[in-house]
């Protein structure tokens, strides 16, 4: 049988803060899985080894149990250490030798050594749904920095009560019992679920109770459901256009075939809908359009209902912001007006609370309910109890209610503000669109401007807005821009606008420039 | 134009604790959505309606107001006020009228009397995905009862440190910043990430830093999103059989074929590794086998990883508790020796703090980081702040590591008690496996026993055991029962041991019966 030569055993420095033990085990795992010790190769005795390394022999005895436990090394009494023999490794030098240098650092500059047809052509492939998958909307946010005015979805996060809900977390947790901590109903939490009910049938006359709602971690999360429980490759899922890119995604993801819909200033346009078998979901935005800014008038609420009832159809009603409603009460969700169970309503908390909360949920279906739980403890289980219970009791002691009139009010404050100084500053180069609901306004760009391209620009001089034509899908849209008024103060509203007044003003004296070029040169 | 009969406006009596205003308004509303008032019906004056009413002329005149608004009435000056003409209604009489009763259950009732041709039929359908989603293994747990013994996968929740934990949540919520609580990282808390990495480096020797950790809230989200990154329809994902039927589940639901590979007792029999080029992924419980206990031996882990690098090949490594690793230290994860970058390393916080706690975490290679953040971002956004700070806390400052010690050695004496009362008690009835990780512990069952039966009929005693067959996808394994010992004190054991004697007796009476039976028939 072979031995173990010197220069086979050499073995690196031992790097501070690491014991001799750890050291050892590691640079003989090393040597074994780099084939410098082949299979089958004898250790020296553990006598021979310690003199050799000028360490203790009971520590290379307690080196070889470990590896030996590990199934590195095989110990026969009589015949010494080797080398476990069925290990399946190649002779040295064929397979990569690990360094023991930082290792995030030594493994990409090996993977860089290696070049791509090593490292990039033996990789394995993402599926067609994964290289969708990878290119979520909202790893970019369109290069929005957050926290600049005017950052859309953006609530003001210095209006909430922090105190309040510290107080509320330490209570609920001190209230958990062990049994709470376990797992729990892929639906939600039951008294959260209790008080989410209660709220809508109140605010938004949803006629619905606990087992209809489903608590998730974001409106995304439930969406993706949705799609996945109701959608076959081949069938067609209908969105506005333009539209909220993250649902289209989605849609996309199983192998729906996605179909905007036009939409004009009052949201989308009914008469627009196909009725082609395939035509099996419809997303809508009816409290505040996305982007365009509309609520949905009651007689396309009926019609799109009529639609969804005349073929085994479902609407997906996405109010994202519909609370805040700032001429009167919120206009009945279209879900009150569902008398055929068609409708799967989302809510979520990351705009009336804060976005880091992560909770949301969809009123579904009576029909669905079962089915949707199921789908969300196979995916994910359930959401954390502890944001869960937080909640319940900030809805049930009626904080939240108050809350969300609070924030009416500031936000439809600044929502006037907004309106007020753009009237002002910008006359003749953006219109702001009436702002009825929601945290952020839709402001059109005149006729053929590069809405990407002004956004760009304003970025540059620290605002933020977000072109119209990102949210298109292939139907003609405006020019325009979304932008959130309702965590900036007036006098960040103020200085806001004041900032994009030349901005604006340079596009459109470039614009007349080639109008007036256009007309010289005719 | 018509005008509205007195029968037409016969109203509903006012439910307690509503407004005179509320009332009126959805009266009104139902009247037009059931066409009991048509399209273009005149409405009574509002001081003629106040009369009939016996109400204030204000409270009719605010109502109007309100369903002019909303879009039910339409008021043009001279002509009074009428059902707005445009509205898709069809007559009285074709359309259900909508009750006024306890919401849920008048339209439960009212889907009752409809029967199933118009209830059924006409409702929307699952797509083929969703009917796999509507039948999650984690429903029924298969009747499970916890809090009982031995309900598999359960840590000891009364041994967790809860007044701590409260503190830091109160320290960490404090601590937050309203920046931190807007939208986050897809991949996760960066402190957290980091904690994470350094734990691995240390207790798992896993070569990875903070950029490839992705936070999620449940290893069965992580499994989801790998099986949606990875998998193709058509292509073939191996799973250990018997094995863990959530991996499985999800692995079928974007259309790839799943096939079991034969398990012994030291976990994936490697050598049956299909090879064919369809075989893209792999799913192994490489520390502690689900359901049969083993920890897979080194030259096997070699030769999986040869089999992954032979055809770009990607390994999934569920840890889900092999960080309770009772007869030394765990041995180093699959993850370790992982020197092409094919393993994604599944951890759970499940089973080491408390499953209510929802977070999780994968490992992923290097070139798969981006993704797989990407595919968080749009699927769910990011995790919760709260609960990632307070585990980045937790881990921080070192109580993460003191509490696996601890509740290694709670288990591992509770492991030797269960083992120690089976051997005692059962002998003949039961073979416990060696018990060397994890919360569970592998027993077998005389050969030709019905796992199903014994464990109904244990369950019927107030003793919970998973049947092996529950975990059974095609290949032969022998029967057995799946018994968790960790969230049970030991007096808890004993008494459920003994609870178990009779039960197991009555069974192994019976199979002689039968056995003397077929002799007697011969």
């Known amino acids: 049988m072979k031995r173990a030569a010197e220069l086979e055993l050499a073995l690196a420095p031992r790097a501070e803060g690491v014991t001799l033990q750890r050291w050892l085990c590691g640079e003989l795992r090393a040597a074994i899985l780099a084939g410098r010790l082949a299979p089958g190769c004898r250790l020296p005795s553990t006598r021979d080894f310690a003199r050799q390394q000028a360490i203790s022999r009971g520590t290379v005895v307690a080196v070889y149990d470990q590896l030996i436990a590990e199934g590195y090394l095989s110990g026969a009494t009589g015949s010494g250490t080797t080398v476990a023999a069925a290990l399946p490794i190649a002779a040295a030098g064929t397979a990569q030798p690990r360094t023991s240098a930082a290792p ?8 860089d050594t290696a070049g791509t047809d090593d490292a990039a052509t033996k990789r394995p492939r993402l599926s067609r749904q ?17 926290g600049r005015p005017f950052s859309p979805n953006q609530p003001d996060l210095g209006a909430f009560p922090h105190a309040l809900w510290q107080r509320l977390t ?30 809508l049938r109140y605010s938004q006359r949803i006629d619905c109770h606990a087992g209809q709602v489903m608590i998730l971690s974001s409106a995304q999360q439930a969406l993706d459901l949705c799609a996945r429980l109701l959608l076959d490759p081949g069938d067609t899922a209908l969105v506005e256009d333009p539209g909220y890119p993250g649902a289209a995604r989605l849609f996309e993801l199983g192998g729906a075939r996605v179909q905007g819909v036009p939409v004009d200033r009052l949201g989308l346009c009914t008469d627009a809908l196909p009725t082609a078998e395939e035509a099996r979901l419809a997303y809508v935005t009816a409290a505040h359009q996305s982007p365009l800014g509309g609520t949905l008038p009651l007689e396309r609420r009926l019609a ?10 479902i609407i997906i009603e996405d109010d994202y912001d519909g609370e805040y409603r700032f001429d009167g009460a919120p206009l009945p969700a279209l879900k009150s007006l569902d008398r055929h169970d068609r ?12 976005p880091a909360l992560r909770l949301a949920y969809a009123v ?15 995916t994910v289980r359930h959401a954390p109890i502890l944001p869960q219970a937080v909640l319940a009791a900030f809805i049930g002691e009626g904080h939240f209610a108050r809350h969300l009139r609070q924030m009416r009010r500031l936000y439809g ?18 219109t702001v669109l009436p702002i009825t609901t929601g945290l952020d306004a839709t402001a059109l760009l005149p006729r053929g401007s590069d809405d990407r391209a002004v956004a760009a620009a304003l970025g540059a001089w620290g605002v933020e807005a977000r072109p119209i034509s990102f949210y298109g899908m292939g139907q003609p849209a405006p020019p325009g821009l979304v932008m959130g008024f309702s965590a900036c103060n007036e006098a960040a509203i103020r200085r806001g606008v004041a900032t994009m007044a ?21």
């Open 343 to 354: 409708v799967i309503y989302l809510g979520t908390f990351s705009k009336l609370l804060f």
């Open 413 to 430: 404050e600044r929502a006037a503000c907004f309106q007020h100084e753009c009237a002002t500053q910008l006359d003749g180069l953006l």
């Open 304 to 313: 799109l209902l009529a639609w969804a009832e005349a073929g085994r159809r």
């Open 364 to 378: 579904v279906p009576e029909w669905l309910a079962e089915p949707f739980a199921s789908a969300i403890s196979l």
């Open 130 to 146: 994964g290289q969708l998958l990878a290119n979520s909307p909202f790893l970019s946010r369109e290069g929005m920095v957050l």
């Open 170 to 199: 330490h209570q609920q947790g001190r209230g958990l019992r062990p049994d709470d901590m376990g797992y729990g109903d892929g639906a939600g939490h039951q008294p959260l679920r209790r008080a989410i009910a209660e709220h």
């Open 104 to 111: 995030g650092i030594a493994r990409a500059a090996a993977a």
């Open 502 to 522: 030349p901005v604006l003003e340079s596009f459109n004296a470039a614009a007349a420039g080639n109008r007036g070029q256009a007309v010289a040169g005719v």
